[in-house]
Structures are given as structure tokens and as C-alpha cells.
């Protein structure tokens, strides 16, 4: 009864994969919402969008954007959709991993969003599995 944690280990491989994407997909929504919410109101984070050249309106509008992904990453819709937040979500990462070299930031910026794209690819990767598994499994 000390190693139930094993248990995981036994269980199957379809059981496993649930339970590993539900673990991607809550912190990787959890890092974008908490992103959102420090974009809407950490002066220092508005700072940092101004250092990058972006306007004060894209701030705002880029943190709607992530709270409706994370939305329809949680929410049991159309797989259609999910794949349109996902790849939303590659651009926004993306696009912020250039935004940050091309202005000579260091990892100590761009980290953050490379760390949040594994969170992203591991998410994604599990989803598309899970999408592929047969109705039955």
C-alpha cells in the first residue's frame, strides 16, 4: 500500500496518456492564463510589450486571445477548434521567441516562452494520441 503511486506503472498505456495529457494541458493553460493576467495588469509586463515594439492595444487583445484558447483547450468542443487554438498558441510562442531575440533580449525573457512551447508541444502531442486512439480503447 506504500507504492500506489506504482499503480500508474500497471494501469494502461490509454489510462496513462490521459492522465498525462490532462497534466500537460492544465499547466500549459495554467502558465497562458497567468500570462493573460500579467499582461492585462503587471506594469512591468506592459513595459516589456513596449520594449518589443508592440502597441499598447495588442497587450489587451493577445490576452483575450490566450483566455479563449485556454477555454476551448479545457472545453469539451469540436476537435476543429482545439486545433485552431493550438496552432494559435505555436504562433503566439513563436512569435514571442522573435520578438525577443530580435531586440538582443537573453534567456532570462525568451525562457518563458520556450519553456511554455514544451508545455505547448507536450500538450499537443498527447492530444493528437489521444485523438487517434480507437472510441473502444
Not at 66 to 90: C, D, I, Q, S, T
Not at 106 to 119: H, I, Q, R, S
Request: with cysteine.
Amino acid at each position: 500500500n506504500h507504492f500506489k503511486w506504482l499503480d500508474f506503472f500497471t494501469m494502461p498505456a490509454s489510462r496513462r496518456l490521459v492522465i498525462g495529457f490532462w497534466i500537460a494541458t492544465a499547466l500549459f493553460c495554467l502558465q497562458i492564463a497567468f500570462t493573460a493576467y500579467a499582461q492585462l495588469r503587471l506594469p512591468q509586463v506592459a513595459e516589456a510589450f513596449t520594449h518589443l515594439g508592440f502597441p499598447a492595444y495588442f497587450r489587451v487583445e493577445l490576452s483575450c486571445a490566450k483566455l479563449v484558447g485556454v477555454v476551448l483547450l479545457l472545453a469539451p468542443v469540436p476537435a476543429r477548434l482545439k486545433e485552431w487554438a493550438y496552432a494559435g498558441f505555436a504562433i503566439t510562442l513563436g512569435s514571442a521567441l522573435i520578438a525577443h531575440l530580435s531586440v538582443g533580449d537573453g534567456p532570462e525573457a525568451w525562457g518563458w516562452a520556450a519553456g511554455t512551447g514544451v508545455l505547448w508541444g507536450l500538450s499537443y502531442f498527447l492530444w493528437r494520441r489521444l485523438e487517434a486512439m480507437p472510441a473502444s480503447a
